[in-house]
């Protein structure tokens, strides 16, 4: 699928979650207690961005500590921008930046503090480290890369 059908039916989807949330089972049944309540402090938009991602993830990799540590970097990738709580105007904007809007670098910035948060919670290096470069073309990001067209 290119990344315009991808952004519009991502875009649909987040409209249609909205108004009714879906469960998170998906989401949840990966995560402990801890996790959970670090899941719900996301903004809906982003919890919703999370589930829809985790939804289409397929690990391409029989590494089981991987697939654990790429899980919650989908899951949680997002969590810097908890601060900011972007209105839906601004996050419809920057969705559609592919073609009109440029992110600026302020937008960048909720990798670094997303990471710290991870750190502060105790999440593994491996999950803090990609979450902070989670908008840089390491390799080890490609997965999500391509989860996010
Ligand atoms: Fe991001
Ligand atoms: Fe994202």
Do not use: W
């Not at 039916?9 to 998170?24: A, I």
């Amino acid at each position: 699928m290119n990344k315009f059908c991808l952004d519009v039916k991502r875009f649909l989807y987040t409209l249609f979650y909205l108004f009714k949330e879906p469960s998170y089972n998906l989401v949840l049944e990966e995560l402990n207690p801890k996790e959970k309540v670090l899941f719900y402090s996301m903004p809906k938009e982003d919890r919703i961005h999370s589930f829809l991602l985790l939804k289409e993830y397929r690990p391409e990799v029989s590494d089981e500590n991987l697939v654990y540590i790429q899980k919650r970097v989908i899951i949680f990738h997002d969590i810097g921008k908890k601060f900011e709580r972007p209105s839906l105007i601004k996050r419809i904007l920057r969705s559609l930046s592919f073609s009109i809007f440029k992110k600026d670098d302020s937008y960048f910035k909720h990798a670094a503090i997303g990471s710290n948060v991870l750190k502060l919670e105790g999440f593994v290096d491996e999950v803090v480290d990609i979450v902070r470069r989670h908008h840089t073309k390491s390799a080890d990001v490609m997965f999500l890369k391509k989860l996010e067209g």
